[in-house]
């Protein structure tokens, strides 16, 4: 185990190709590939110099040390969102203190995988699904690393790295999982699953395809932080509007999880195979999201909360 304090983590990412304060452009940064585990995937194998380490943050701790190591040549940064032995709520998880942790790791792009229910006949349990948009019903969660003191608006009209997610979708496909190119994710609250009149509310009228309990805000902080965000949803089940498959079955959710996360362990490997190892500057932006986001005029930002900031807005602060 390796204890971390906050500074020694920034130098390090700044070693490993995080830019430093006032770099406009960036080329062949190294690339470290964040790979954070929804339900059912809570290590990966075969990584080379496996090592579990505690990363501290101004945003407290994450949701569990992160797993880090190489994996065919890749610079890898593992942590399971909802930690080991699954222990944080969708509600609870540490969404700041993980994008903060990996920003401080150095991590450049994220392939997110989390379990979801479907509103698509098509879109079946054991289907992978690459989410593109999402609808957020959050309401208990803290959505932004910036607030009063350092305001700061950031576009997600494209919520994900379309980029990293054709590079996920064309590994995904060697494993011979049915892969969904495209999907809206409602992103709800939970821990319930929904009631029959929501879920015939997001199937019908919002246009949703999965709904899931954590991608939101973790794709919102992703952009924030300036990391490409590509998630994967692992279709579980049919939620609760489906006639033929009624309320959502817990052991049937578990069953079909576990085979899902064999299938996103066989996605990892051969997403690094097919990875250089080298970031180019993102053709979607998500690398310059902070570029003009910040409103706050310097004289009057809050010199705490800049500070805390330190990581995910150190290129720009
Ligand atoms: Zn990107």
């Not at 062949?28 to 380490?53: F, H, K, P, T």
């Not at 690094?272 to 004289?299: K, N, R, V």
């Amino acid at each position: 185990m390796t204890v971390r304090c906050v500074q020694n983590c920034v130098t390090l990412a700044r070693r490993a190709g995080t830019p430093h304060k006032g770099a406009k452009q960036r080329k062949g940064l190294m690339m470290r590939l964040g790979v954070i585990g929804g339900s059912g995937v809570y290590d990966i194998d075969g990584l080379e110099g496996a090592e579990w380490q505690t990363i501290e943050t101004p945003w407290g701790a994450p949701s569990d040390q992160i797993l880090t190591g190489t994996l065919n040549g890749i610079d890898m940064a593992f942590l399971p969102r909802h930690g080991r032995g699954h222990v944080h709520s969708p509600s609870d998880v540490p969404y700041r203190a993980n994008i903060d942790a990996f920003k401080r790791l150095g991590v450049t792009d994220i392939l997110a995988v989390s379990a979801c229910g479907s509103f698509r006949e098509d879109m079946a349990p054991g289907d992978f699904v690459m989410v593109d948009q999402f609808i957020d019903r959050t309401r208990h969660r803290a959505s932004s690393f910036f607030s009063s003191g350092c305001v700061a608006h950031v576009s997600v009209a494209h919520p994900t790295c379309g980029s990293l997610s054709e590079k996920v979708a064309k590994a995904a496909a060697t494993t011979g999982v049915k892969l969904h190119p495209s999907g809206t994710y409602l992103a709800m609250e939970g821990p319930q699953f929904s009631t029959l009149a929501e879920s015939r509310m997001y199937r019908d009228h919002w246009g949703a395809d999965v709904i899931g309990m954590t991608n939101m805000p973790e794709a919102k902080l992703a952009r924030e932080a300036e990391i490409c965000y590509a998630p994967i949803a692992m279709v579980t089940d049919y939620d609760c509007w489906h006639p033929d498959h009624g309320a959502v079955e817990v052991s049937d959710v578990i069953r079909v999880m576990k085979a899902n996360a064999a299938n996103a362990r066989a996605t990892i490997h051969a997403l690094t195979q097919d990875l250089s190892g080298t970031h180019a500057p993102c053709p979607h932006g998500c690398d310059t999201a902070l570029e003009y986001a910040i409103m706050t005029a310097p004289e009057k930002r809050d010199p705490g909360l800049v500070a805390k900031l330190d990581a995910v807005a150190g290129r720009v602060l």
